[in-house]
């Protein structure tokens, strides 16, 4: 268990519909990180929050959307959902903003797998 | 795209034998790498880092060698065990404000008794 928990672990929805995935960090971690994982694209990194707040942004679509709460969890949601989002969504934490060596690693949580029908 | 996963290479190797898995990074400014191990239905698992000032650093059973002239990175696993049949990513971090991980497509490793 690495200390990251993500819920749902599998979510199965229809195309067109929204959907919001949990995310809850490593105890004393304020820095949440979100990444895709599909088959044809690899680790994606679409967004990071550092205590509360946006801090980077990556190939993240116009129908995501991310916050990070005042208890430092983070929820991501996916709108107009598309055959193409169905992938696994991975949310990391570090222990501050910046990526580095030490508490600053990304620890991953096990994933939410999406499937859009 | 950053980082393409269309083709995944398969390293297969004997069960007690080194493993030596092989990345090739993209950019030059880069300043920090990670290994990960991503086994299936799990997310990825840190292994090793290395900053960009060092070449070399070890850890348990594994190895981690930079090489910044050609951009290479490479992973060696020491008597690899069937546990540590898995995926295996290279990510790299640019120096400077962008602060965020490009994960490379990824290497099977598959070990065998």
């Known amino acids: 268990d690495s200390g990251v928990t993500q819920t749902p672990k599998h979510l199965i929805t229809a195309t067109g519909q929204r959907v919001t995935l949990r995310c809850s960090p490593r105890?004393?971690?304020?820095?949440v990180y979100w990444y895709q994982q599909s088959l044809d694209q690899g680790l994606q990194f679409l967004i990071q929050?550092?205590?509360?707040?946006?801090?980077a942004k990556g190939n993240i679509l116009e129908r995501f959307s991310a916050q990070q709460f005042p208890d430092l969890h983070s929820e991501l949601n996916l709108s107009s959902l598309e055959l193409g989002d169905s992938a696994l969504y991975f949310c990391?934490?570090?222990?501050?903003?910046?990526?580095?060596?030490?508490?600053?690693?990304?620890?991953f949580g096990a994933g939410s797998r999406l499937t859009v029908l | 795209g950053e980082s393409v996963g269309l083709h995944l290479p398969t390293l297969s190797v004997q069960e007690g034998d080194n493993s030596i898995i092989n990345c090739a990074y993209s950019?030059?400014?880069?300043?920090?790498f990670i290994w990960y191990k991503q086994e299936s239905g799990k997310g990825p698992q840190f292994i090793i880092d290395?900053?960009?000032?060092?070449d070399k650093r070890q850890g348990q059973r594994v190895t981690v060698l930079l090489n910044k002239t050609v951009k290479h990175l490479s992973l060696q696993i020491a008597a690899t065990q069937p546990g540590d049949s898995a995926v295996y990513f290279c990510?790299?971090?640019?120096?400077?404000?962008?602060?965020?991980?490009?994960f490379g497509a990824g290497t099977r490793l598959a070990v065998h008794p």
């Open positions: 990391a934490s570090s222990a501050w903003g910046q990526i580095d060596s030490g508490a600053n690693v990304l620890t």
């Open positions: 105890s004393g971690d304020l820095s």
């Open positions: 929050y550092y205590n509360g707040e946006e801090r």
């Open positions: 950019n030059s400014a880069s300043d920090y």
């Open positions: 290395i900053r960009s000032n060092m």
């Open positions: 990510a790299e971090k640019m120096r400077g404000g962008y602060n965020k991980l490009i």
